[in-house]
Nanobody, 118 residues
Framework: QLQASGGGLVQPGGSLRLSCAGS????????VNWFRQAPGKEREGISC????????RYELAVEGRFTISRDRDRNTAHLQMNDLKPEDTAVYYC?????????????WGKGTQVTVSS
């Protein structure tokens, strides 16, 4: 019901824009979270946007480089990732929940691979 997309291979310093879309699922009713899981590491939450979109949260590793947003008209959410670094390489997942940050996760999307490499 949830699908993350927009991943790919990018050079260090490059940008990608991830999207999270709900299929037969109203994303607008939930907070939207982004997680990532790097090889050999646990899945970690990196950003969250509230139901209204008025409140956002970023973890230190991505703050200042990533921007989370939501488009209520299109029932989607996005993660704009700038100045990407090799350590950002991971599978990225979107997930809905009751509130930020990462509270009451109730639906996980399929991930999208982001690889940052020269």
């Amino acid at each position: 019901q949830l699908q993350a997309s927009g991943g790919g291979l990018v050079q260090p310093g490059g940008s990608l824009r991830l999207s999270c879309a709900g299929s037969a699922f109203n994303l607008n009713d939930w907070a939207v979270n982004w997680f990532r899981q790097a090889p050999g590491k646990e899945r970690e939450g990196i950003s969250c946007i509230s139901v209204s979109g008025d409140s956002t949260r970023y973890e230190l590793a991505v703050e200042g480089r990533f921007t989370i947003s939501r488009d209520r008209d299109r029932n989607t959410a996005h993660l704009q990732m700038n100045d990407l670094k090799p350590e950002d390489t991971a599978v990225y997942y979107c997930a809905t929940g009751f509130m930020c940050p990462y509270v009451g996760i109730n639906n996980w999307g399929k991930g999208t691979q982001v690889t940052v490499s020269s």
